[in-house]
């Protein structure tokens, strides 16, 4: 059996591709479902994930894969830009990072000491309780800050990462005779497998995938 997304091969019985995560999901006869868990793909408004269609046959010669691949690379050449949008939003979401209380603590703590030194003249002499208090509302206000604007543009980046993701899958299920997975459909994969068969360094697809 092969993922439908990353093209592994995966042992009979298995439900999620261990490699890039793609749900398979099987019926009591041991069949696999195109429909997916709602359960395990919904989060909050996330929409569902658009389920992947079987894949075709690999063609049998390596003139008919050349032939074919040659075909499938100018149907998903429209896609080119959503590809290159899809890899901005993965790396988009790879750097953001969670707010830190200590980071917070350290920079509150110095704001409050330099207010504390322009403002605690005004007050009696030994009134320390007033850094502390000023320590912890500065701390405490802009961590709470951060922290729900690290979680908006998360769940905004998670949200267009996910609609661009199911574009592409919806475009990929309307490709005739395609054999391959979704993770080989983008142009720079296009690229290397047709030049690779071209000049023999490629002797099959199913070497590619193995390979790669």
């Given at each position: 059996m092969i993922c439908r997304r990353c093209g592994c091969m995966l042992d009979k019985g298995t439900r999620?591709?261990?490699f890039c995560g793609e749900p398979v999901v099987f019926d009591e006869t041991g069949r696999r479902l195109e429909k997916q868990d709602d359960q395990a793909m919904e989060k909050g408004d996330m929409p569902e994930l658009v389920p992947l269609k079987e894949l075709a046959p690999v063609p049998g010669t390596r003139e008919e894969t050349l032939a074919e691949l040659r075909r499938l690379r100018q149907y998903f050449s429209a896609m080119d830009e959503k590809y290159a949008v899809l890899e901005d939003l993965w790396l988009m979401g790879s750097r953001w990072r969670q707010p830190s209380r200590s980071h917070?603590?350290?920079g509150g703590g110095l704001l409050a000491l330099l207010l504390y030194l322009l403002i605690g003249i005004h007050f009696p002499a030994g009134v320390i309780v007033l850094f502390f208090l000023l320590w912890g509302?500065?701390?405490y206000a802009g961590y709470q800050r951060s922290w729900r604007a690290y979680v908006a543009h998360k769940a905004k980046t998670e949200l267009d990462i996910r609609m661009t993701e199911n574009q592409l899958r919806?475009?990929?299920?309307?490709?005739t005779r395609c054999f391959l997975p979704l993770d080989y459909t983008s142009p720079g994969v296009f690229h290397e497998l047709i030049l690779g068969l071209d000049s023999g360094m490629i002797t099959s697809f199913e070497d590619y995938?193995?390979?790669n």
């Open positions: 999620i591709c261990p917070w603590l350290a509302v500065i701390s919806t475009f990929y299920n309307e490709a995938r193995i390979n």
